[in-house]
């Protein structure tokens, strides 16, 4: 167990629909990422938050957006879904705010399926 | 120039074989490079990672080599063990943050 924990894990919706994903990152950790995971893009990167500030920006759409709250936990909001979205969505947390000498650590993902 | 190149996509091993995986980057600002494992329903898992300034580095059975001059590293997985069947990826990045991961490697041990 990695002490990221996602929820919910598993999330099927409509096209246009909007959605939100949950992460609560270990214990102790002020870093939250957010990957998306598909078939046939692999892993990719979209988003990392530090101490509640929006840190890095990778692959992530205009239609995606993310926020980290002060108890340190983030959410990723998907909105006007399309089938394309479908993915597993992963959150992953680290201790700073992403140096070369940290790890991080990911949850189990969510599940989404736009139908 | 963001990629990097896994290969093979699968490969069965037997049992106590010896397992290698390859990667390839092209960004050299890259300075941190880690395997990841990955079994079904779960996310990925760091197994090990190592920095530029060194060629290799071995924890237990799994070795990453490291050659700065091709941009090419590998993963290598001794005596390896049906527990170690799962996918496998390799990243690369500056610093830890937007890791740029491979295509993966599903990896399967025969008994």
């Known amino acids: 167990d990695s002490g990221v924990t996602q929820t919910p894990k598993h999330l099927i919706t409509a096209t246009g629909q909007r959605v939100t994903l949950r992460c609560s990152p270990r214990?102790?950790?002020?870093?939250v990422y957010w990957y998306q995971q598909s078939l046939d893009q692999g892993l990719q990167f979209l988003i990392q938050?530090?101490?509640?500030?929006?840190?890095a920006k990778g692959n992530i759409l205009e239609r995606f957006s993310a926020q980290q709250f002060p108890d340190l936990h983030s959410e990723l909001n998907l909105s006007s879904l399309e089938l394309g979205d479908s993915a597993l969505y992963f959150c992953?947390?680290?201790?700073?705010?992403?140096?070369?000498?940290?790890?991080?650590?990911f949850g189990s993902g969510t599940q989404l399926s736009v139908l | 120039q963001q990629q990097v190149k896994q290969s093979p996509q699968s490969l069965i091993v037997q049992k106590g074989g010896i397992s290698i995986i390859n990667c390839a980057y092209e960004?050299?600002?890259?300075?941190?490079f880690p395997w990841y494992q990955q079994f079904p329903g779960k996310g990925p898992a760091l197994l090990i990672a190592?920095?530029?300034?060194?060629s290799e580095k071995k924890e237990g059975r799994f070795t990453i080599s490291f050659n700065k001059s091709a941009k090419q590293f590998s993963l290598h997985i001794m005596d390896s063990q049906p527990g170690d069947s799962a996918t496998y990826f390799c990243?690369?990045?500056?610093?830890?943050?937007?890791?740029?991961f491979g295509q993966g490697t599903r990896l399967t041990i025969n008994p």
């Open positions: 990243a690369a990045s500056k610093g830890a943050q937007k890791l740029v």
């Open positions: 992953a947390s680290s201790e700073g705010a992403g140096g070369s000498n940290e790890k991080l650590f």
């Open positions: 938050y530090y101490n509640g500030e929006e840190r």
């Open positions: 190592i920095r530029p300034d060194v």
């Open positions: 960004n050299t600002a890259f300075d941190y």
């Open positions: 214990s102790g950790d002020l870093s």
